[in-house]
C-alpha cells in the first residue's frame, strides 16, 4: 500500500485520468473529490462490500440453495391457444 500526506486543496492523480482531492479537513473527518471518467465505478468501501455479497447471493445456483427445479410451476400463457 502507498501511503501519502496530503493537505486539503492538494492532489494525487492515478494514470491519466483519475484525480483524487482532499478538499477539506475537519477533525476526525475528511472530504475526498474525485475526478474520473464515467465508465469507472466509485463506491465507499461499505456499499462496495454490499453490493459484492448481493450479486454473489444472486449468483448462487438454486442447486446450491437446495431448490429442485423440477419443483418449480411455470405460469401457463392462455394467450397462445388463439
Known sequence: MLV???RANQSIVISDDIVITILDIH????RV???APRDVEIHREEVYLAVK???EA???SPKA???DMGE?????DDSAKE
Open 4 to 6: 501519502l500526506t496530503r
Open 27 to 30: 477533525r476526525d473527518q475528511v
Open 33 to 35: 473529490g474525485i475526478s
Open 53 to 55: 455479497a448481493a450479486n
Open 58 to 60: 444472486a449468483a448462487t
Open 65 to 67: 440453495l437446495g431448490i
Open 72 to 76: 418449480i410451476k411455470m405460469p401457463i
